[in-house]
């Protein structure tokens, strides 16, 4: 599998220079540029073509959000991460309403990080665990008003995969995972897919709110 190639984006040159650094020892990862503001993001992507954007959210000129909800429309296929010092509610929610398919923390681990990014280069949404809290949160709290209950799955899961959907809806990577439940990884992504098609769920998020629905969480 080739690099992703990866744009960085952050006002903070010290922050931004080191995680270009550090993203450009990774061989699964190749730096294809950087930006300091959301402005600069969009005239970078549109020459670049990278396949993931680590956004900042909050620069000047034209902050992450912004930048997200063009690149969005401008380029589809562009697939944004935020990656910030915040996980209040009206960041995460903003973010991810804008078409960020994932969502991390500053503090996030170099290993958690390349694995996310190449997570979203594959399609996959990839959320902090406070975060993946956060949007099962919200989707508990939708309106009120009685909704159909959705129908049962028609292959249901097994013990162990209903193991793994727990960790998957608590932000946790195939390696965390993997360690936790003491599975090789390779294991456990095969079980990831699997619980993915027995839910009909595209992605880890939507696997989470759909089993939130079906009361498997």
């Given at each position: 599998?080739?690099?992703?190639?990866?744009?960085?984006?952050?006002?903070?040159?010290?922050?931004?220079?080191?995680?270009?650094?550090?993203l450009?020892t990774?061989?699964?990862?190749e730096?294809?540029?950087e930006?300091g503001?959301?402005?600069q993001?969009?005239?970078?992507?549109?020459?670049?073509?990278?396949?993931?954007?680590?956004?900042?959210?909050h620069?000047p000129?034209?902050?992450?959000?912004?930048a997200?909800?063009?690149?969005?429309?401008e380029q589809?296929?562009?697939?944004?991460?935020?990656?910030?010092?915040f996980?209040?509610?009206?960041?995460?929610?903003?973010?991810?309403?804008?078409?960020a398919?994932g969502?991390?923390l500053?503090?996030?681990?170099?290993?958690?990080?390349?694995e996310?990014?190449?997570?979203a280069?594959?399609?996959?949404?990839v959320?902090q665990?406070?975060?993946?809290?956060?949007?099962?949160?919200?989707?508990?709290?939708?309106?009120?008003?009685?909704?159909?209950?959705?129908?049962p799955l028609?292959?249901?899961?097994s013990?162990?995969?209903?193991?793994?959907?727990?960790?998957l809806?608590?932000?946790h990577?195939?390696r965390?995972?993997?360690a936790?439940?003491?599975?090789?990884?390779?294991?456990?992504?095969?079980?990831?897919?699997?619980v993915l098609?027995?839910?009909?769920?595209?992605?880890?998020t939507q696997?989470?709110?759909?089993?939130?629905?079906?009361?498997?969480?």
């Amino acid at each position: 599998m080739s690099a992703v190639r990866v744009l960085v984006v952050d006002d903070q040159a010290l922050f931004r220079e080191a995680l270009v650094t550090l993203l450009g020892t990774r061989p699964e990862v190749e730096v294809a540029g950087e930006a300091g503001d959301g402005h600069q993001a969009l005239e970078r992507a549109a020459a670049l073509q990278p396949d993931v954007v680590l956004m900042d959210l909050h620069m000047p000129v034209l902050d992450g959000i912004g930048a997200t909800r063009r690149l969005r429309v401008e380029q589809p296929g562009v697939r944004v991460l935020a990656l910030t010092t915040f996980d209040d509610d009206e960041d995460v929610f903003a973010a991810l309403r804008a078409g960020a398919v994932g969502y991390l923390l500053k503090d996030v681990s170099a290993d958690r990080l390349v694995e996310a990014v190449t997570a979203a280069a594959r399609g996959e949404s990839v959320l902090q665990p406070s975060v993946a809290a956060k949007v099962l949160a919200r989707f508990a709290q939708l309106d009120d008003a009685p909704r159909s209950r959705p129908q049962p799955l028609v292959v249901p899961l097994s013990g162990r995969e209903l193991d793994v959907l727990r960790l998957l809806a608590d932000g946790h990577s195939n390696r965390e995972i993997a360690a936790a439940l003491f599975l090789a990884e390779g294991t456990v992504k095969n079980h990831v897919t699997t619980v993915l098609g027995k839910l009909g769920a595209r992605d880890r998020t939507q696997a989470a709110l759909r089993a939130r629905a079906l009361d498997l969480l």
